[in-house]
């Protein structure tokens, strides 16, 4: 039997670490070539996706591109060239060498504000990304995982909460609350918008619990908290993940509509805000677009370049996808 | 003479390089036979089967010719196969029950189809009406959903549609692998019976289950990783089979009224080769108990009997030496020989077994 | 060892979930030590519905699994846990037994975690390589490979070994072998046949009577949720009685013998949902959706197959009867019209719903009675 091992191109090591090409004759199977030299990096299953982490372009890429900007966003301020709130040049200046990015109609530094802004963009969107995910989560992998009245109670619960206006919420809450910061609009955002997560997390938690794997893990004396988290939310990593990402986007967009219309953090600058005073002050009709296209620029790349990394690390997670 | 193919060689593509999955392979189909195509799963018969009708992307048309009815077949062209689609050539596809678009009715399907064909439903709807009861088919079956139908009666309307505009060949594609036995008696003797009436000239039923194939086919063709192994009538094949190959994966079947206590089959131990850089020689070498030196070239697939096709060099030795006539008769017989020949042949397959799992 | 006495199982349909559909009736069998059943039947039979209430992954709706005595339905928590280590299963598609994530010896990993926490390092690997030992497995071949990367039948032989790592005594094999080709089901058939031998009891769901045959000391013959015949294997393949069964023998295809005609008609007859046959006929009440489907089918499919018959059926003898009794067979099971059914042709408001109870006690099957000693078949009309 060495002839057919030999003969499988799989034991021959490859540049890529032998990911066995599945001859597609069969289809789902892959009778032949499936032998691996895995052996050579196979000390632990982390370090196995850690292996295909570190070689795959567009997770490297997307992580490149976010650790700038967070990098940025925690200790940019204190690089700063200008302080950011302060007047400390001439009004509406064109990008210069000393001011990398022009100043505002009011005379700031826009490369210093932008700077600030980052800050309390992420913070506002990963707040908000992480309280809607966490609890849209744990909704969904309930009601899915459950069924039964728990699952009618939970998604009842769903649609009360999307049919809230959040906006009259705010304006109520804001009514009360003297002042309020980006944690709470982060919160704020979060908990208004876990629906959708929770109910695509319940429909395939609902399809993933029907699949032999998961009557296996049962039969292995497996408790239902441990198979969820297991065998079902791996399976949903990208999705949550995806999910999160579009989520941080959101949180960030919806922000900027709060800070739009007064209801925002009553203290710091958010992108949104920078793009909404440029608005506000017709920075479009002055033709300053050093002043409204970085923090649109700068928000799209945030964004992007999560999608980006999420398609490598749903190519990580998934070893089928490793082949192609 | 309805079909005739030459050498024909069809190549995956994959980012390994080329598999060769249909390696040279020359047979023909006589008008009014059913031949069928047994093989295991890659070895090969779906993609032959596919090629003769449509070579998609991943595929590639490396060398050959088919011809269908004296004229050339032009497989590797897309555009111009188009004409010959359901007219002369018609597959009813692997998985085609499950294939189905759900949100299409049966008739809608039927005419999306026909209209690519550049025909009218209206114009054979009677004859298609015809051909639904002659199934057992309800006659609002076209009015229906495919999920309102089971996987029996999905099977039957597939079958239907594609032989609407009576082709020449019809290629099944493991048409009754998915069903229950009653539907698989249904459908087998469907397909006997549209050839009796002329729906379809000529059949190639691939599948894995060559008891469906005593049933069905004329003729019987035995497929190993990419080549053409034995060839001959079913019943030479199911009685007499020459190539060992066919003669192991025989004797691995239970049937009714074998019972492990009476008599324990054994498998094929091994795999097949990737076809990724198949072995020179035989290609079920490997696995072969009666290989030797001989085996390391590659045997033609040639006609040792009248109508008999091995790839063999064992059996063309046998066959040509007059004297192991008789031992191929012996062993060959299944139900019967296979205790006779279990002594010669028993210890090097369980040898091989061994060897296979340490 | 497991005794199963009028399992039922009834799933809720219709729109609203309020009818009732029964997919097992009251069946009952018992498997002892060493025992290989099989439970035959086609899809829609109820087969896997059974597999996996023993199995307790689905709860029945009346009747008793007894495992040694003891009533399984009720076991949750530490006695399940017990359970599972004397009883396992392995399921029809290797492949979506796997989770893809993981490598495949995950599902060793998972039985240490739950049943092994103490046992070294040294020990589990040798207690590994033993059980694949008995599945004819070599470890280098299979152990630290994702489940892509073995054959199907290497990911069923594993799934059996995976049950061996506990004191497994009975196992429940669904459909395993359908899967895989022919030239490696035989060796896990025989593999099965050794496990038997060292005293294991398994439930071998299939519906290939053929392998049933090779490996079956018992055979159970399951149809539209209901035991047709059950007896020793010999006895109910040598000698069956239920015309179900013989049409279901003559049916199967035989490499040394050609399809035997059969009488198709007389099998049409013993199709409950075609005629409404008053013995085998499930009966069951307006809620279950049954007689309105088989009076939608009968009316629009047997009037054209008589036609047929007539038309070009003349040519060919029994070819339209045959086909309407696979049709009649083949009644889907999709969704069927709950709140209104079909009435003197035309729709109707029902009555009312009928209760789990009442579907309970209407789809009762017909009785078994004993026709030759170890053969058991229902009495058809």
Redesign the interface.
Known sequence: ?S??DQ???GGTTTARGAS?????????????????G??AY?SG?RWEFLYFAVRNKKLLLGLGVEIIFVLAAIIGPYFAPYPAKEFVAAAALHPSSQHLLGTTYFGQDVFSLLLDSLRESYLVGFLGAAFAGLIGLAIGFVAGWRGGWLDEVLQTLTYIVVMIPSLVLLIVIGAYLKSHSAFFEGVFIGVTTWPWVARAVRAQTFTLRQ???V????????RGPAIVLK?IA??M?SYILLAFILLFGSSMLIAVNYDFLGLGPTNGISLGDMLNLAELWSGLQLHMWWWFIPPGAVMTLMVAALLVANVGLDEV????LR?? | MSLSVENLRIAYRTLRGDVQAVDGVTFAVADREIMGLAGESGCGKSTLGNSLIFIEGRMKHVGGTVELDGKALPISDDRAMNHHRMRDVSIIPQYAMSALNPTKKVGTLAHDLLKSRGMKLAKVLPEFRRRVALVGLPENVLEMYPFELSGGMRQRATMVISTLLNPSLLIADEVTSALDVSNQRAVGELLTEFRDLGYVKSMIVITHDLSILAQIADTIMVMYAGKLTEKASASTMIDKPLHPYTQALLSSLPEVGVRYEDRELTGIPGRPPSLLSPPPGCRFRERCPFAYDKCVEDPPFMELLPGHQVACWKAADDVAGGAGREHNEASATPSGGAGDASPERGPSLGARAGKGAE | MLELDKVSKLYRSGTFGGDFKPALRQVSFDIDRGEVVSLIGESGSGKSTLGKIVLHLVPASGGRVSFEGADVMQKKGRELHEYYRQVQGVFQDPFSSYNPLYKADRVFEMVRQEYFRDMAKDAWQAKVETALETVTLNPADVLNKFPHQLSGGQQQRLLVARALLLDVRLLIADEIISMLDASTRVDVLNMLVSLKRRGLGILFITHDLSLGNYISDKTVILRHGAVVEMGETQKVFGNPQHRYTKSLLTAVPQLHKKWAPFDWSVNASAVPASNGSPTLAPSTPPGAGQPAEAKRYSKSSLSPLHGAKEEVGAARGTHAVRAGAVLAEDAPSGPRPSLMEMEGGRWQRRRRRATLTEVLAESAPPPLVECEPGHLVAIEK
């Open positions: 039997m002839g057919v003969a499988a191109p066995p090409t599945a001859v597609p004759l069969a289809g789902a199977t892959a009778p032949a070539g499936a032998r691996g895995r052996e196979d299953r699949r032999d794997f009557d296996l893990a049962r039969l292995s004396g497996k065998d791996p399976n990593a997670f998934n070893p089928k082949e192609t």
